[in-house]
Every structure is written in C-alpha cells, then in structure tokens.
C-alpha cells in the first residue's frame, strides 16, 4: 500500500485532509511522492518536519565527484564535469538540489597570480568559475581547489569542499592526522609517583579517543598489583616493574650503567588498555637542562 493522504484529527473530528500524491502533467497520479510529501516523526508542530526538511537542514552544499582540473597550456587549465549539491540561496535553510555541472576548458590564469576554481549556482544553471578572491559562501558556490601561475607555471592544488560520504572521511581525517589523542576534557591520565621515596608510578584515570572511539582508561599505581614493562632500542628489557629505574641508559640498544652525577631520561607511554610502558632514554648529560634537550622515543602506536 502507498500513502495517499494526511488527515488530521482534534477529538476525534477530521480538522484537515492533505492530499499526498504526486500527479503527472495529464493529472494522474504517478505513483510517487515528493520529498516534501514524505513526513519524520515529530514532537507536536514543528518547523520542519519532513524529508526535504531534513536533506536541507543536515546536509552542506559541496562537491561529491569529479571537477578534475588539469594544466591545458598556455597558462590555461580544464575542469572535467561532476556532481554535487547546491543551494537556490546564501541561506543555510534555502533548499538543496543535486546537480551536475558541465566541463570547461581552457580557463586562463593570469601570469604570477592565485586564482580559486569553484562552481556556482548561477540563477539555476551552475558552472565553473575562477576567481581571484576566496569569496566563497558554501551555500550558492563552493571551492574545487586553487591555481598558482607562477612565471608560467602553473601549480594546480585540488582540495574540494566535499560533502559526499563525509563521515567516512571525517573518521579517515582523524585517524591519519591525530591517530590517539587524550580526552583534554577529563584532565586525567596524569604520571606521577605515589610516594617521594619510593620510585613507584602512577597514572590517574582518563581516556582517549582514537578516531570516534573513546577507551577510558582507569587508574594506574604500581605501589599495588600494577606493573610496567622496560624497553630499550634492543627490544624488552624487564617486564612486570613496579619500581622506576635509577642507574642505567640506553647506549645503542644495550643498557649502560651512568656515571656519577649524571643525568638520564625515561620516557613513559600509555597503552589503550590502561598498562603502562617504559622506554629507557639514549645518552647520559652532564645537566638536567641537557637532558630535557633529548628528543623523545618515537614509539610506535
């Protein structure tokens, strides 16, 4: 069965009657409905309640394919045709259409200047534009990317403003980019010790988030059960430590004893499950300001 009407009642009384089906120019029905005929849930009489609504409200106007711009000499460049979603408006709530636009060839840019590649709505039939300003209102126009003449050389840089499947590249963005990150809000995940004397280590709860996942880590302390795991660039040296070590560095990957009133670093890592590793430091300093200088472990993760 298909929808054909919205009645709606008070009481019990019929108060309005909406037809829902959409007609063909000969006024039969066609058998489909229109975004705007396809109601959501809603609580009581809401501003927007139906799937136009939603496509207009949640969604960005933007690139999903092709514009491809190529260098087509003589300081010229082409644009191949593509896809995307455009607004009617400069208004965050005008409506959202798909649309494709046509490809363009030889768009001249000017000797030892920057000019932004784009598409615009332009009265309903959209097309590449190049400008020399990055004027661009993401509601009736977007960016496809920027040209550089530089002396005749043209250095094409594409960064389309793309909405199509952005969630997925919003994740990859974050994976790529900040891999593991502390949850600066929580404030924990502190190192400390729990006693001056005692060289034990501990952590204070916290979490971090890798990509859209939050792994909350408890606290850590090693005065208890908990224990940490030694390393140096030769591989594990002891595992199951409660106690920091004092005495030695990391001299090519083989543990060297420090000389008197020297200085060494150790570097600590949290791993996402909450346990605790420790990377011995690679050289010995005279001062402690020369120890701060050392780079930290690069450690894998």
């Known amino acids: ?55 207009t409200t949640m969604h960005s106007a933007g690139w999903i394919n092709g514009g491809v711009m190529s260098d087509a000499g003589g300081a010229t460049i082409d644009v191949t045709a593509g896809a995307g979603l455009i607004r009617s408006a400069n208004s965050r709530t005008a409506q959202l259409l798909f649309f ?23 009265f309903g039939a959209p097309q590449i534009t190049v400008r020399a300003t990055e004027n661009w209102n993401y509601n009736t126009d977007f960016p496809l990317g920027i040209v550089v003449n530089e002396g005749g050389t043209l250095h094409i840089q594409e960064h389309e403003q793309a909405i199509g499947d952005h969630a997925s ?30 060289r034990n280590v501990e952590v204070t709860a916290g979490a971090y988030w890798v990509g859209l996942t939050r792994f909350a880590t408890g606290a850590f302390d090693s005065s208890g059960a908990a224990t940490f795991d030694t390393y140096s660039a030769g591989g594990l040296e002891a595992a199951g430590v409660s106690v920091w070590p004092n005495l030695q560095y990391d001299n090519g990957g083989a ?44 450690c894998a993760g």
């Open 169 to 198: 590249f919003m994740i990859q963005r974050l994976h790529q980019t900040a891999h593991i990150q502390r949850d600066n809000e929580l404030n924990g995940n502190i190192l400390g010790e729990s006693g001056d004397n005692n």
């Open 255 to 298: 543990l060297a004893n420090l000389g008197g009133n020297k200085w060494a670093n150790l570097w600590w890592y949290q791993e996402l499950d909450g346990e605790l590793v420790m990377v011995y430091g690679t050289a010995q300093y005279n001062t402690e300001a020369m120890a701060g200088e050392e780079a930290a472990d690069n």
């Open 100 to 122: 494709d636009w046509s490809a363009s060839a030889g768009l001249a840019i000017a000797a030892d200047s920057v000019r932004h590649i784009g598409v615009e709505y332009n």
């Open 1 to 55: 069965c298909w929808p054909i009407a919205e009645v709606t009642t008070v009481g019990g009384d019929i108060t309005a009657i909406a037809d829902r089906r959409s007609y063909s120019a000969q006024g039969v029905w066609d058998g489909t409905m229109d975004a705007d005929e396809i109601l959501l849930p809603i609580i009581g009489s809401p501003t927007y309640n139906d799937v136009e609504d939603m496509q």
